[in-house]
């Protein structure tokens, strides 16, 4: 993984609380596991940021390398990779 996509998926996840990697967008889910947990973080009225991975495919492929987790959905709380 390059530097760049390493530092990016790093300060994402340093500077947001809830910090979710995703297939689309909160407001427009791209599959239905990425559709599944925005929509309970929603109904929990967790504040979240929800990062596209289709909009780049290095970082796609980066958040894979960098939490060693093959999928996608990957949800991450106060810098730690609960799963995906």
Known sequence: MNEVINNLIKNEIEQNDVC???KGTPD???C???MAISNMLKIL???FKGINVLE???LR???K???DWPTIPQ???KGEFLGG
Do not use: C, D, R, W
């Open 61 to 63: 492929q980066g958040i």
């Open 32 to 34: 239905g596991f990425s």
């Open 45 to 47: 009225k967790v504040n």
């Open 65 to 67: 390398t960098f939490s």
């Open 20 to 22: 979710l990697f995703m």
């Open 28 to 30: 427009a889910p791209q």
């Open 56 to 58: 780049n495919e290095e």
């Open 75 to 77: 949800l991450y709380l």
